[in-house]
């Protein structure tokens, strides 16, 4: 089955840091750019950032309102995409979702994985 | 950069139609023919119903068609069904590899 499950969420205190990872299956994941989205409780999607696929350099862009705080990087050998959140605010408080990109666009999403913020 | 803009919510009967709209600038929708409109269920994964505008995935019914003049993006929603009701979210390519969504529209069937 072609899927992404997105896992290491959980609640975690103000400052602190976290890691999620994104796992693909049933797809050919090196050759796939990947994105990471979340979505606060009681808002819209709100792209976080980006990271191509190997033969392009996996390189990463980011939300200009992000980058600081945020990195994504890959695992071709696993199949897996990680976004490790630094300085954890409760404003980062979401769901934090994964998106393979075909093309221009995200053509298949996780399920989520919730990260609360709180003390 | 501000999100797309999105009417908060749009409602219908069944078999009618609805039209979503997602309104963006000159730096985003108006130059760039990847706009990608996504449902979302609540506590599923957002799946998607057109890209490049108004191309359609497969398996994605010829009810949702995807649109675009100037700055503004649209999804026409026809023939109604119960389980359209959903959250819909436009999200365009904006530059430098770099993504932008819109805030969302209830789509609620009457």
């Known amino acids: 089955e072609v899927q992404l499950v997105e896992s290491g969420g959980g609640l975690e205190q103000p400052g602190r840091s976290l890691r999620l990872s994104c796992s693909g299956s049933?797809?050919?994941?090196?050759?796939?750019?990947m994105s990471w989205v979340r979505q606060a409780p009681g808002r819209g999607l709100e792209w976080i950032g980006f990271i191509s696929s190997r033969p392009y350099g996996a390189t990463t862009h980011y939300a200009a309102s992000l980058k600081d705080r945020f990195t994504i990087s890959r695992d071709d050998s696993k199949n897996v995409a990680y976004l490790q959140v630094n300085s954890l605010r409760s404003e980062d408080t979401a769901v934090y979702y994964c998106a393979r990109h075909a093309g221009m666009t995200q053509d298949l999403w996780g399920q989520g994985t919730l990260v609360t913020v709180s003390s | 950069q501000s999100a797309l803009t999105q009417p908060r919510s749009v409602s219908g009967s069944p078999g009618q139609s609805v039209t979503i709209s997602c309104t963006g600038t000159t730096n985003d929708v108006a130059i760039y023919d990847f706009v990608s409109w996504y449902q979302h269920h609540p506590r599923k994964a957002p799946k998607l119903i057109t890209y490049d505008v108004n191309k359609r995935p497969s398996g994605v019914p010829d009810r949702f068609a995807g649109s675009k003049s100037g700055s503004t993006a649209s999804l026409t929603i026809s023939g109604l069904q119960a389980d359209d009701e959903a959250d819909y979210y436009c999200c365009s390519y904006v530059d430098g590899n770099t993504w932008l969504f819109g805030g969302g529209t209830h789509v609620t069937v009457l």
């Open positions: 049933g797809f050919n994941f090196e050759h796939h750019s």
